[in-house]
């Protein structure tokens, strides 16, 4: 499932068995609505994730009791995993710079 140039990602709470038997490439995109780190990346990720539509974007709604961040090692929102078949490849915490988040999605993009 790919997402369109609208960019739409799709906020779910996937398990991590979810995430390993995840095929292809993945983004998964931990943070909150209400946090200014992650409505700050919003602009970032959209732009570097439109460069690779064959990408899965999921949003992951990230905090206490949440044991998929924690099996990533989250502590900071925005923090984007991009894996590829279930493996994590890369990981990037609070994106600065489009350019950044391209070279991870590079790491995974068919």
């Known amino acids: 499932m790919a997402y369109t140039s609208s960019f739409v990602p799709e906020i779910l709470t996937p ?3 979810d995430i390993e ?5 993945v983004l998964l995109e931990f943070g909150t609505g209400w946090c200014g780190f992650c409505r700050g990346a ?3 990720i959209e732009q570097a994730a439109g460069d690779f539509p064959l990408v ?5 709604e ?3 009791g949440r044991p998929l961040g924690r099996s990533f090692k989250v502590k900071l929102w925005p923090t984007l995993v991009f ?3 279930g ?3 890369a990981q990037l915490v609070r ?16």
């Open 95 to 110: 994106p600065t710079k489009a350019d950044e988040i391209r070279d991870a999605l590079r790491l995974i993009a068919p």
């Open 87 to 89: 493996k994590p490849l």
């Open 15 to 17: 398990s991590p068995a």
């Open 21 to 25: 038997a995840m095929k292809g490439p």
């Open 83 to 85: 894996l590829r078949d």
């Open 62 to 64: 990230d905090g206490p």
């Open 56 to 60: 899965q974007h999921i949003k992951v």
């Open 42 to 44: 919003q602009p970032l």
